[in-house]
């Protein structure tokens, strides 16, 4: 390690490069002058090379012995820390600015109130930094930065594990700021039995919902989606309560009530994580199962299956009998191949939900 460092158009200097100078001036060997300030050679040559930082005790021995104020060195040391630690800024953010590249600031700006920044990267960088609350956007590289990837960390390029891990950043800061009481799994499974009452009240499901698995120490956030992100949903363990998010990216009742069930069957079953598209793996199916089953009871779902009739009427009658969203039984004819997605009249059965998911 040298005892200065330069870095473009600045120079740090450590206090090494100038206690070298005086040594060099006075004749003596480093042992010799090691021993007249009451060190070690190896201590005197670790701070020469700029490896050590001068204490308070070097400082007070070095003004005694050269005539310099204590100050004096104490300054020097300050000065080069700071620089060096400016210098470390500076190319953290340029590793920030590679990392921006996947990020579309007009998602924050547009969803979260960011202000207008057109043109100003690093101004922008630093506006997303605050907002997503972390000391670099780097951090968004690492798999599993805030929560397991499960089975798709392998295949995920780092775009993907970005935007992934800036979905759950988003969620995981919201549910930090909303106060709630420890997890509590039988009330929460009360409360899932509730939030399958609601399929068919597409105005007001989503914050009777919320405010249901609150009381179970569930925080439940839908976020916008950012686009590239291929997630699905993902929960996390925050303290002794847990967050559920989904995107708004599935807000037709057929998909977005299997990704809400779908993320409530991992709560159940104890694994935490982030879902994304098409992946498979014991985790997921199971997480499946849970969402297929709660929303459609498989006894019934077999006994319609067996009437073999699959029309506009059949489904809207079936979708009563078990109080659901007609919309979610067509998903789960159309995801099972038993009919095709052709049919304009059954199409109409799928309700697109509107929702309000930033966070402003």
């Known amino acids: 390690m040298s005892n200065y460092m330069e870095y473009h158009d600045k120079i740090a200097f450590h206090p090494g490069y100038y206690i ?23 201590n ?55 990392v921006f590249k996947y990020f579309d600031y007009a998602y924050f700006r ?40 499960r089975n798709a960390a392998e295949g995920l390029t780092e775009e993907t594990t ?15 700021k909303t106060k709630v009481s420890g997890f509590h799994k039988k009330e929460f499974e009360r409360a899932v039995s509730y939030a399958l009452t609601l399929t068919k ?9 919320r405010r249901a698995f609150l009381d ?24 002794d309560s847990i967050m559920l998010m989904v995107n708004d990216r599935k807000l037709y009742a057929d998909s977005f009530w299997f990704t809400l069930f779908h993320e409530i069957g991992h709560i159940m079953n104890g694994d935490y994580g982030i879902s994304f598209e098409e992946e498979r793996g014991v985790q997921e199916d199971a997480a499946d199962r849970f969402a297929e089953d709660s929303l459609i009871p498989a006894e019934s779902y077999r006994a319609f299956l067996a009437d ?13 009998q078990i109080d659901r969203d007609p919309g979610i039984v067509l998903g789960r004819l159309q995801n099972d191949g038993i009919i095709g997605t052709e049919d304009a009249a ?12 930033s966070l402003q």
């Open 308 to 320: 073999k009739e699959f029309g506009l009427y059949a489904i809207r009658r079936f979708a009563d």
């Open 201 to 209: 009240n597409h105005e007001e499901f989503y914050p009777l919902i």
């Open 44 to 98: 005197l040559s670790l701070l020469i090379r700029g490896e050590q930082s001068l204490s308070i005790d070097i400082a007070m021995k070095l003004s005694r012995m050269v005539g310099t104020s204590i100050n004096y060195w104490l300054k020097l040391q300050n000065t080069y820390d700071a620089l060096i630690a400016e210098f470390k800024s500076e190319e953290v953010l340029a590793e920030e600015r590679s």
């Open 346 to 357: 059954l199409q109409s059965l799928r309700s697109k939900y509107k929702i309000k998911t």
């Open 216 to 239: 179970a120490g569930v925080i439940f956030v839908i976020l916008p989606n950012i686009s590239g992100s291929k997630t699905n949903g993902a929960t996390k363990k925050i303290g």
């Open 162 to 176: 970005v935007k992934a891990n800036v979905m759950v950043q988003i969620a995981t800061n919201k549910a930090l």
């Open 20 to 42: 070298k100078e005086i040594v060099d001036e006075s004749g003596l060997t480093q042992a010799d002058f090691a021993k007249r300030l009451d060190t070690t050679p190896k």
């Open 110 to 149: 547009e969803n979260y109130g960011l202000p207008d920044l057109s043109g100003q990267i690093d101004e922008q960088i630093k506006q997303v930094r605050e907002f997503l609350h972390v000391a670099t956007l780097s951090v968004f590289k690492k798999k599993d930065m805030a929560v397991s990837f």
